[in-house]
């Protein structure tokens, strides 16, 4: 297993087995076909998901449904498919997502059925969501999914990345703050920890875990 250069790549969860230093994946986790991407909001978990569509269009990604509206770039279908509140709680209501958050104001969900298929097929998929719906996916999944947790390199870092961003209201970025506090708490939860110093070095330490994780 390589480790990137300056070794930002460490398990959260030494104390599970694994050995620090490597994107590894634990071993009680090498059989699942389903790798989960979260984080902090503005931790730049999309980021890595455009490099891994781009470097890795092999590996299947799972398009979420948001009421959010398309930030500039954002197409329908690739990275989200926008529908309004009323299909959302449809949606939902009828079972059609495997799991569902309000996040800042805004729902997104994972729908159920296209990641059936996929998993049905014993192909490697990847969901990028946030804590909640992560928590929701471990619930219904139980050990068949490897957890994976983006971390900023610092606070400060993440502060810069969120109001940088310049795309959000003020107020917006205050509660996406305020959700990331709650989030970053919640490192211990998951298999693997990655620090986000460069997007390249994620990229390719995630799709080591993903190919490792079949
Ligand atoms: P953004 O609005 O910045 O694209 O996403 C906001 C948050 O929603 C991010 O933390 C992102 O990971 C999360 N998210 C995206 N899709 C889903 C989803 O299907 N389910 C859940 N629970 N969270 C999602």
């Known amino acids: 297993m390589t480790v990137s250069p300056g070794g930002n790549a460490r398990e959260a ?11 590894s994946a634990p071993a009680a986790r090498r059989n699942s076909r389903l790798t989960v991407l979260s984080g ?24 979420s449904v948001t009421t959010r509206r398309p930030r500039p770039g954002e197409v329908n279908g690739r990275e989200y498919y ?3 509140d009323r299909e959302f709680d449809r949606m939902a209501a009828a079972g059609d997502l495997l799991e569902w958050a309000e996040f800042a104001g805004n729902k997104y969900g994972t729908p159920r059925e296209p990641l059936r298929r996929r998993l049905a097929e014993g192909l490697p998929t990847l969901l990028e969501i946030d804590l909640t719906g992560a928590r929701q996916v471990r619930e ?4 068949d999914a490897l957890f994976v947790f983006l971390e900023p390199p610092s606070w400060e870092e993440l502060v810069r990345r969120l109001t940088g961003r310049g795309t959000e209201p003020p107020e917006v970025v205050e509660r996406r703050l305020a959700v990331a506090r709650e989030e970053l708490a919640a490192v211990g939860e998951f298999d693997v920890t990655l620090v986000n110093t460069s997007v390249e070095d994620v ?5 080591t875990l993903i190919n490792s994780n079949q």
């Open 40 to 63: 902090p909001s503005g931790v730049g978990k999309s980021t890595v998901v455009a490099e891994l569509r781009r470097c890795s269009p092999d590996i299947w990604i799972s398009v």
């Open 140 to 143: 219904a999944m139980k050990d």
């Open 13 to 23: 969860v030494a104390a599970r087995g694994a050995a620090p230093g490597g994107a």
């Open 82 to 84: 926008f529908v309004d």
């Open 203 to 207: 990229c390719r330490q995630m799709v």
